[in-house]
């Protein structure tokens, strides 16, 4: 299919949303909160690196790899992205051993049942001292269902990476203001307002939606920030030297 100058902008606006994505992207400050945290980190992903739970791979342009490998879980939607690389059952990478300098995992392990499972799997595939850029929510509604498993807070994420044998070397928390609760509230009336007309969900967007934003960015400007309130965990971490997980 060809992308048109507006289907590409209308998509670039659903992950990397700018003023625009305040008035039509119901999940502006998720997303733009992922995107902003994200980019100082993506320079730590060189060389060879593995996109798990890729997706439509929509960090791929800011990421300096030499290679870019996605990979998915096997079903009919990842198919019909056409976007990974190599497929999985849900349990194993079809991947040798410390194959990869560095792992991109976002907004994934909130859907493994078996996360200390998953981070051995992530763990075994990177190199020696192979980074690791992972995104997880910490508040969120339930989604993907019955796929759904957790939420994290910041501290259970650290004990479980260390115990998984990573090194937490940089922890963040994306809109840890007014934000996450107007991206909270725009999230609820998506889901209770959305149809399968994209013209009316438009119109619904512009006039439920976008004011719910709009007062979301004024009060995160004026109000103090909490840090005990946020949307997601952001972290890089690399594969510790020392071999076994905890």
């Known amino acids: ?28 400050f998720a997303r733009h909160g992922l995107i902003e945290t994200l980019r100082p980190l993506f320079r730590e992903l060189t060389g060879e ?20 490998v996605g990979l998915d879980v096997d079903n009919a939607l990842t198919r019909s992205l056409g976007a990974a690389d190599v497929f999985y059952d849900g349990k ?10 560095g792992v991109l995992c ?18 075994r595939v990177l190199r020696p001292g192979g980074s690791l850029l992972l995104t997880v929510p910490a508040m969120w509604d339930e989604h993907e269902q019955p796929h ?12 479980l990476l260390e115990r998984a044998g990573f090194e937490v070397i940089v922890q963040r928390k994306s809109m840890a203001d007014a934000r996450a609760v107007a ?32 007062a979301g960015a004024v009060l995160g400007a004026v109000l103090p920030g909490n840090e ?15 071999g076994a997980a905890r």
């Not at 209308?10 to 992207?25: A, D, I, K, S």
């Not at 194993?92 to 300098?101: E, I, K, M, W, Y």
């Not at 909130?110 to 992530?122: G, K, S």
């Not at 946020?230 to 971490?237: G, K």
């Open 49 to 68: 690196v593995l996109d798990v739970g890729c997706g439509s791979k929509p960090y791929r342009a800011h990421i300096p790899a030499t290679q870019y």
């Open 1 to 28: 299919m060809t992308t048109t100058p507006l289907r590409a902008r209308w998509r670039r606006e659903q992950f990397e949303p700018g003023l625009l994505g305040l008035l039509v992207n119901p999940f502006y």
């Open 183 to 214: 991206q909270l509230a725009s999230a609820w009336l998506y889901k209770v307002v959305v149809t399968r007309n994209r013209w009316v969900n438009l119109a619904t967007q512009l006039a439920l939606i976008a004011p719910v934003n709009v």
């Open 148 to 159: 759904d498993y957790g939420r994290y807070t910041s501290f259970g994420l650290r004990a």
């Open 228 to 242: 005990d309130f946020y949307l997601d965990n952001v972290v890089w971490a690399k594969k510790r030297a020392d």
């Open 92 to 101: 194993f990478f079809p991947l040798p051993d410390g194959r990869f300098d």
């Open 106 to 123: 976002s907004q994934v392990l909130e859907h493994v049942f078996a996360p200390e499972a998953f981070l051995a799997e992530i763990r």
